[in-house]
């Protein structure tokens, strides 16, 4: 755009007058809006793993990762996807056996200045994967039915961590947990076995260190590391299932490595139920050490005081049940941080109604509570999108009669629609940033970022497409929505289990 001015006018008022109007329509040009750049369809598969995102083809852009698959334990050609973060286009596929649930783990292994992938799923399948080109660099491989601890990770990979160098060859090393029978039926507790933690060589799969939970029970649980003030490396890991007790425990990364998490500490319990979504670390009492903060799927909230061994807080619920991840943002007008969680009113497998529930992270006094929709697993991202001070939360939901019910001959509503809302918990305000009619979208978090460096958020989600059963695929659409949110600082919770996939909140 040009604005010619003509004519020997010398006008002091006249030429400001001009001025204005080039200041006008520059910031008019520059107004941003909401803009789909990509929509990524697949066939007959879809993904209960959430996307993360990294640049792989080196254009400046960030790429997104995400595990895929058709039917659980079902072959797929499609278990690992590269996706072009500026076309949506695939940049490479990695086959799995089943699958693959897990959300990826980037370390350049490889050392050729290209982010590696590590994930896992169903059908004891994990994988470190060359970014460059989805080539195998290793792949666990199940030959131990006959040792006393690996006979029992013959299951499923969930999240993993990374931890120091333990072998001494100058690399991180991959912590993880198999187990969960994907066959066996809610409440029939035969054919289960124990979960096991697991220590990695990140350069070649090898197993360095396991051991099974000290309860004997399984584990859906993805293991989080950190390490406290004096630098001591710590593990946090989960057994029990949707119907089965479990506890929460906290080790030593030296336990695990000397094959002894028998010597965990027990956090907190639950009886007729486990801990499956991963908790998450925040420092809520201002002291400088983290204080660990999640659910069980009871649906019983604790934060845990890790210096004091001590409960700041619990807070209890009825009638509900979650798997979800909590995230964390600056809700209110105080400053410590605040915790978010989806639940889902019902009885596994027979869920109705998704509530979103705030607490305040000093109290865990409730200060937010009403329903998103129905039935779904998927955890929020949190921004704040209108540069008030206070941040909001970005969920996918469901929506359709939250009450239709469930039979082998009706697998799924009539009609449904899956929406991408944003919420704002001063106004209690609901805006509906995208919507689907015909989809649904049940475990896969969204990730919101700048992937381009233009100073803008982008947002990063999938949706999945199935009208005859609500739980399987017969494919997915994969969205990229460029915003107008400028983002002034890198989010906190931008991703599921956090910004950087590791549970812990950064201020």
Known sequence: MVLIITGNRNNFWEMGFYLLVILFLFSACEQKSTELIWNKSFYQIGSQSSPRAIDINQDGVLDIILGAGGEEMAQTDQGVLAIDGVTGEVLWSHPAPAHVVGSATFYDINQDGIQDVFI????????????????????????????????????????????????????????????GNWDALPGDDSDRWPGVLMLMSLTDGSILAADTMPDGQESYMSPIYFENANGVGQIIFGSGGETFSGNLYLCKLSDLVNQNIAAADIITSETGHGYIAPPSLVDLNQDGEFEMVGISHACNIYAYDILTKTMLWTQSFSGVESSNSMAIGYFNEDEVPDLLVGMCIGVWPQYQDAVLVMLDGKSGAVEYQDSVGCFAISSPVVYDLDHDGLDEAIISTNQYDCNYTFSEDS??????????????????????????????????????????????????????????????????????ISTPVKLNETPRWSAYMGTHGNGIFSK
């Not at 896992?120 to 080539?135: D, M, S, T």
């Not at 160098?165 to 947990?177: A, C, I, K, R, W």
């Not at 978090?445 to 399987?472: A, E, K, V």
């Open 411 to 480: 697998l799924s509503p009539e009609t449904m629609s899956n929406q991408i809302v944003s919420i704002d918990f001063q106004k209690s305000k609901r805006s509906v940033i995208d919507e689907t009619i015909g989809f649904k979208n049940l475990f896969s978090t969204p990730w919101i970022g700048d992937l381009d460096s233009d100073g803008y958020m982008d947002l990063i989600y999938c949706q999945f497409f199935n009208p005859n059963d609500i739980q399987r695929f017969m494919g997915m659409n994969c969205k990229r």
């Open 120 to 179: 896992g799923g169903r059908g004891k399948f994990l994988a470190g994967i060359n970014g460059k080109n989805g080539e195998t660099i290793w792949s666990y491989d199940y030959t131990f039915g006959d040792h006393p601890i690996l006979q029992n990770a013959r299951y499923n990979f969930y999240n993993s961590a990374l931890v120091p160098d333990q072998n001494g060859d100058g690399h991180p090393e991959l912590l993880t947990v198999n187990g």
